[in-house]
């Protein structure tokens, strides 16, 4: 059984920074890569930013690039999501997710809520 557990999130002004971490843990369980996901209310669930371990670039959405930096750390299966310039339309529930072996995201955590405030 793999679980992803994110944290980090909340409410913040719009212009500020938050950081997400999550981790992932599982009985010898080592991740293709990982990424984070978020979802708005009445939205549907958007890629945001990803990264391969054995490549390494990360790949951001248009809409978050410049802002927010992904990393990580392959050997704990850790992922981290930096968002700076926070704007209102960020407001989301983020997922944090991980790939067995391959492009899917096999593996979800439950979320955490970032509320950007005007």
């Known amino acids: 059984q793999v679980q992803l557990v994110e944290s980090g999130g909340g409410l913040v002004q719009a212009g500020g920074s938050l950081r997400l971490s999550c981790a992932a843990s599982g009985r010898a369980f080592s991740s293709y890569g990982m990424g984070w996901f978020r979802q708005a209310p009445g939205k549907e669930r958007q890629f945001v930013a990803g990264i391969t371990w054995r490549v390494g670039n990360p790949y951001y959405a248009d809409s978050v690039k410049g802002r927010f930096t992904i990393s990580g750390d392959n050997a704990k299966n850790t992922v981290y999501l930096e968002m700076n310039s926070l704007k209102p339309e960020d407001t989301a529930v983020y997922y944090c997710?991980?790939?067995?072996?391959?492009?899917?995201?096999?593996?979800w955590g439950q979320g955490t809520q970032v509320t950007v405030s005007s």
């Open positions: 997710a991980a790939q067995r072996g391959g492009p899917a995201y096999d593996f």
